[in-house]
């Protein structure tokens, strides 16, 4: 069994980042809409809530998951006694505590990157969403280094695809990253099999990655 948490991130906000990439690009792309549930699957230290935080309003819900509980702690003494924020440690790739189909929208940001269970990582997003919410995940287009003997954790294009195939997510355009590939998917509302859905007949969604 390979330790599901294979690199420590480190500081993980910091003033490169949020100029070169700050939280509002990827919200941007998720769409988030006061009154939502959103759950940021390995949080780390809350890059994104604040802001997140800022587009749900006084009746949205956010929960941060995180297997590093010191990244979680960072995040909870940054953002103080929410009752809109949950904090739960443990793997993105199980968190039995969260209720099925009831968020609107998943991060995933420059996670699967950093666990061996990524097919858990993407089912668990699938679970969590409603039909017809949205996910967006990203990873570095480079390799991380990786230490001789350890799993190389690289998402690799075939790594992807084979994660995409594992259910039927409709791929939606979003904009290109530089340094990091980004995907915004999206559970259909209509179960698989029921009628045609874009990826299938080719619509504005694809299964490109
Ligand atoms: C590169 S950081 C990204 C953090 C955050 N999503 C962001 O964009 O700032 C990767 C995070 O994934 C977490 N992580 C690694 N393996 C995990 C797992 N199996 N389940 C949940 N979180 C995990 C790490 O603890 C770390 O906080």
């Not at 039909?131 to 990873?139: C, K, M, S």
Request: include cysteine; hydrophobic fraction near 45%.
């Amino acid at each position: 069994m390979v330790e599901d948490r294979m690199c420590r991130p480190g500081p993980l906000d910091n003033r490169l980042r949020r100029w070169a990439a700050p939280p509002s690009r990827d919200l941007d792309a998720l769409d988030i809409l006061p009154g939502m549930h959103v759950v940021d699957l390995g949080a780390g230290v809350g890059y994104f809530a604040t802001e997140v935080l800022r587009r749900l309003g006084p009746t949205g819900r956010l929960d941060l998951v995180d297997i590093d509980g010191e990244n979680l702690a960072i995040a909870r003494s940054r953002l103080g006694d929410d009752a809109r924020v949950g904090f739960h440690i443990g793997s993105a790739a199980t968190v039995p505590a969260l209720p099925d189909a009831d968020y609107d929208r998943v991060l995933l940001s420059l996670v699967l990157c950093c666990l061996a269970d990524k097919d858990g990582a993407m089912e668990t997003a699938w679970r969590l969403l409603r039909p017809g919410g949205r996910a967006l995940v990203t990873f570095p287009r480079g390799a991380l280094p990786s230490r001789r003997g350890r799993v190389v954790l690289r998402v690799t294009r075939a790594r992807w695809r084979s994660l995409l195939a594992r259910r039927p997510w409709l791929v939606r355009p979003t904009r290109r990253g530089w340094a990091v590939h980004r995907f915004l998917l999206e559970k259909p509302a209509r179960p698989a099999g029921a009628a045609p859905n874009d990826a299938v007949a080719g619509g504005a969604a694809t299964v490109h990655p």
